[in-house]
């Protein structure tokens, strides 16, 4: 294991968030739309604390996701002041907690602070632990032809190339393979 389990959880569902802006992997489409959108989004990446499931919420959420998407695009110094900002503007309090069947592990907010405040503090947090560890290269963006999703490269070896998010791994494969044959034949 790269990380602890509550900051894979948190760069999973970040980087899930941001794959839902349009114009990110192989969809051009904005992908976190509606309540569904939302919902869906809620019922994979578990938030604990207040729901509110309403436009508001949905649009505050929303709104997280371009400044969550900036940290794929710099290298780790020039994300510490994009972390520090977000960890400031969430009024973050780390503190120990456990529950739910989950051993002690950092909830940084109130449980009634706003979700898209806990979402931004929580990715936040979980950048922290990327950057003190110095695993910001395991912080990519695809490298499919076609396709700008995110992902952190939860891997042993940090060998991952594609993300998950538009079957480019396999996509990228045939690809090559199909070049290979072509020529071969030529």
């Not at 569904?36 to 709104?63: K, Q």
């Not at 992902?151 to 990228?172: L, W």
């Not at 690809?175 to 071969?184: L, S, T």
Request: net charge negative; aromatic share 8%; hydrophobic share 40%.
């Amino acid at each position: 294991m790269v990380f602890i389990h509550d900051t894979e959880q948190s760069l999973r569902a970040a980087a899930a968030l941001v794959n839902t802006l349009p114009h990110v992997g192989t969809e051009a489409v904005d992908q976190l739309v509606t309540q569904a959108d939302f919902d869906a989004y809620l019922d994979e990446y578990a938030y604990t604390g207040t729901f509110h499931r309403d436009d508001e919420e949905l649009d505050a959420v929303r709104a997280n996701r371009s400044r969550l998407r900036g940290l794929w695009d710099v290298d780790r110094d020039a994300a510490v002041p994009i972390v520090n900002a977000m960890l400031r503007d969430g009024n973050a309090l780390p503190q120990l907690v456990i529950h739910d069947g989950f051993d002690w592990h950092i909830h940084a907010t109130e449980s009634d602070a706003p979700l898209s405040v806990r979402m931004l503090v929580e990715a936040a947090m979980a950048f922290v632990d990327v950057i003190r560890a110095d695993q910001w290269d395991r912080v990519r963006i695809c490298e499919a032809d076609d396709c700008d999703a995110v992902y952190v490269d939860f891997s042993k070896n940090g060998s991952k190339r594609y993300c998950d998010t538009g079957n480019c791994g396999n996509r990228m494969n045939v690809i090559a393979y199909r070049r290979r044959k072509a020529e071969e034949s030529a």
